[in-house]
């Protein structure tokens, strides 16, 4: 399948785009974690996940541990998002053996032992593994725990039982999963916030990566369109779903690491695929007319 639905990459939270861990192929499947300390994220905007991820990251690099990265490849998030810890094809300080760490991707609930375990957090990890087990990264597909590498509590005893009964290697697809966390709608609900713009694009052109055909625009060459630049379109449909309550800026939910500054990327891509499924949209990552619309016609709800 392709990449989970809510994947955050490492840059877009502003770290580094590669681990700098030893390099490893694991192909034997994928070993769940949790933290031992309940944190309530679920009760929380996915802010909330964004900002343990990171005090993880320090944790894991500080004094305490003094390692090379984070020690996980992934983190499921309680809202349904997927991100990128060590990521892929490194070495983990997560299992606790040398052929655990080696051969086995891991992923952190980041929740404690009385944390719930909501059904997005379930599938994120199954769209986790069933990409993982695409032939780009081919892993086996058996998922474990912690404690069949080591003597440990990790997951828990809520996740243990979800590995165990087969939940967590289940097909992706089957939960009812509810959009994904943004802030409150704005006390005008109902109603359709700033300015009506019209798709500013031709016809067929979509905004997306430099990399893909001439329809396909940018920001980077600041190709102008209806009286504005590419990129200073693309800058107010972030300013649009500010308007609309999201959480888009610099050290926000979305556009965190790079701020709402017009040129598409890991985190734009981010940022539409999210919108798109609260929308109820094909979830492309490319924002076409059709979610443009969406935007600036739909009432908030």
């Known amino acids: 399948m392709p990449e989970p639905t809510l994947l955050v990459w490492r840059s877009e939270l502003g770290w580094p785009a590669e681990s700098p861990a030893d390099y490893a192929n694991p192909k034997k499947g994928l070993v769940v974690h949790y933290d031992s300390s309940d944190r309530g994220l679920h009760k929380k905007d996915h802010e909330a996940c964004i900002e343990y ?4 990251r320090r944790f894991h690099t500080g004094p305490s541990r003094r390692w090379t990265d984070i020690g996980y490849s992934w983190f499921a998030c309680a ?3 997927v991100l990128e810890g060590r990521g892929l094809f490194r070495y983990q300080a997560a299992q606790g053996t040398t052929p655990g760490n080696r051969d086995y991707y891991s992923v952190t609930l980041g929740s404690g032992p009385n944390d719930p375990i909501p059904d997005a ?8 593994r069933a990409w993982l087990m695409e032939p780009a990264s081919s892993i086996s597909g058996k998922v474990l725990g912690h404690r069949d590498f080591t ?8 996740a243990y039982r979800l590995v165990r009964d087969g939940t967590f290697a289940k097909k992706p697809g089957s939960l009812i999963v509810s959009p994904p966390s943004k802030p409150k709608p704005a006390p005008d609900a109902g ?7 019209p798709w500013p694009l031709p016809s067929g052109h979509y905004f997306g990566p430099k990399s893909g055909p001439d329809r396909s625009v940018s920001g980077w060459y600041r190709r102008a369109f209806k009286g504005r630049t590419d990129r200073q379109w693309l800058q107010e449909f972030g300013t649009q779903l500010r308007r609309r309550g999201w959480s888009v800026g610099k050290g926000r939910t979305y556009l965190r690491a790079f701020g709402n500054d017009g040129i598409y990327g890991d985190e734009y891509r981010s940022l539409i695929t999210a919108f798109q499924r609260d929308q109820g949209l094909p979830r492309t990552g490319l924002l076409d007319e059709r979610t443009w619309d969406q935007a600036f016609t739909k009432p908030i709800t």
């Open 191 to 197: 109603t359709v916030p700033g300015p009506k713009h």
């Open 79 to 81: 809202h349904g998002h």
């Open 121 to 128: 957090q379930i599938e994120a990890v199954r769209e986790l």
């Open 151 to 158: 003597s440990t509590s990790c997951p828990g005893t809520k």
């Open 53 to 56: 991820w990171n005090w993880c």
